[in-house]
């Protein structure tokens, strides 16, 4: 039995016996129900205060039998109490409260599903950004993990309608599956895509095969980490330069160069501006790479005449720093 669940039933069952000898006393002896609680609390504790008022022959064999009832049975309570305390549980139930309270606030956050090596990776590169994001993971000894790595998470089945939904799947912008098995992906972004019908589904592949099952079930994106280790590899054969580049742009924590992708928000000054007039380049000292369009379609290399435009994402290049002001130009 659960310790916490184990203390809770020795305190109810303590309280019954506290009670029975209470209404004992007050029947037997016709004492006052003060007098009567004072007389079961100094049996039970066997602290040795005498009795309250002279007890009668029955009172003394209803008390023989209270005391044979209830030492031992507070001796069982004292030890349910000393291993929830040793066992942490008043910290644990603590911080679960304000772990769930934290989730419930939560708004347009992602959901990961799994917390194997590829979700701590993950997860890790996720919160360099400021993402808000909540693990549900079933294994209940990653726990102390995410604990000290202060992340959000739920400990169950990621497949279960309850523990998504207290994962606050209903108000997340998107989940990631990538539990064990492509089958229990499969079952995840069924019952995901249910809950939330608008949300954006990235489902892991381990098998080609699965692919298809995974986007009939929902999923907006499935990748396979196999194939894409495989294709970065032959990249590095093929195009080491190339590579080279990403890895030099794409690195966490370079600070003198990046790359990165910013949405243009309607609110923005630079809606409806060319890019020549724009001043990108003048003030930020940032490469336009590419432009995306709402419908996905990709402009490379965009020229000194493009138009931004409403919903578009910018993708460019440059310090750190002059990425940051551009994204508080273009999504303010």
């Known amino acids: 039995m659960d310790s916490t669940r184990h203390?809770?039933?020795?305190?109810?069952?303590?309280?019954?016996?506290?009670?029975?000898?209470?209404?004992?006393?007050?029947?037997?002896?016709?004492?006052?129900?003060?007098?009567?609680?004072?007389?079961?609390?100094i049996t039970l504790a066997t602290v040795g205060y005498g009795e309250v008022h002279a007890i009668s022959r029955i009172g003394k064999i209803y008390t023989i039998l209270l005391i044979i009832l209830g030492t031992g049975f507070y001796?069982?309570?004292?030890?349910?109490?000393?291993?929830?305390?040793?066992?942490?549980?008043?910290?644990i139930l603590l911080g679960r409260r304000r772990l769930d309270k934290k989730i419930n606030r939560l708004r347009n956050h992602y959901i990961v599903c799994g917390y194997g090596r590829i979700g701590k990776v993950l997860c890790k590169k996720l919160r360099l950004k400021p993402i808000d994001l909540v693990v549900i993971e079933k294994n209940p000894e990653l726990n102390r993990l995410m604990d000290e790595e202060g992340i959000l998470y739920l400990s169950g089945d990621a497949a279960d309608e309850s523990t998504l939904l207290k994962a606050g799947i209903e108000h997340a912008k998107g989940l990631v599956a990538i539990l064990?098995?492509?089958?229990?992906?499969?079952?995840?972004?069924?019952?995901?895509?249910?809950?939330?019908?608008?949300?954006?589904?990235?489902?892991?592949?381990?098998q080609h095969e699965s692919k298809v099952k995974l986007r009939a079930a929902g999923a907006t994106q499935v990748e396979s980490p196999y194939e894409m280790?495989?294709?970065?590899?032959?990249?590095?054969?093929?195009?080491?330069?190339?590579?080279?580049?990403?890895?030099?742009?794409?690195?966490?924590?370079?600070?003198?160069?990046?790359?990165?992708?910013?949405?243009?928000?309607?609110?923005?000054?630079?809606?409806?501006?060319?890019?020549?007039?724009?001043?990108?380049?003048?003030?930020?000292?940032?490469?336009?790479?590419?432009?995306?369009?709402?419908?996905?379609?990709?402009?490379?290399?965009?020229?000194?005449?493009?138009?931004?435009?409403?919903?578009?994402?910018?993708?460019?290049?440059?310090?750190?720093?002059?990425?940051?002001?551009?994204?508080?130009?273009?999504?303010?």
Not at 319 to 331: A, F, S, V
């Open 229 to 332: 280790g495989a294709a970065s590899m032959a990249q590095r054969i093929l195009r080491p330069t190339v590579t080279s580049f990403l890895d030099f742009a794409l690195a966490d924590k370079r600070k003198d160069i990046r790359m990165e992708e910013i949405p243009v928000s309607p609110s923005s000054n630079l809606v409806n501006v060319i890019l020549k007039d724009s001043g990108i380049r003048q003030k930020y000292n940032l490469i336009i790479i590419a432009v995306k369009k709402p419908d996905g379609n990709m402009l490379f290399n965009p020229s000194f005449e493009t138009m931004i435009k409403a919903d578009d994402t910018v993708i460019a290049v440059g310090e750190e720093t002059n990425l940051q002001k551009l994204e508080r130009i273009l999504n303010p």
């Open 75 to 91: 001796l069982y309570i004292l030890a349910a109490v000393v291993q929830f305390m040793v066992e942490g549980r008043i910290r």
């Open 7 to 41: 203390l809770i039933l020795s305190l109810l069952l303590a309280f019954f016996i506290i009670v029975l000898g209470t209404t004992g006393y007050v029947i037997i002896e016709g004492w006052e129900i003060l007098d009567a609680v004072y007389m079961t609390i």
């Open 180 to 206: 064990d098995t492509d089958t229990e992906n499969v079952f995840l972004v069924l019952t995901a895509r249910q809950l939330n019908p608008d949300l954006f589904i990235m489902a892991r592949a381990n």
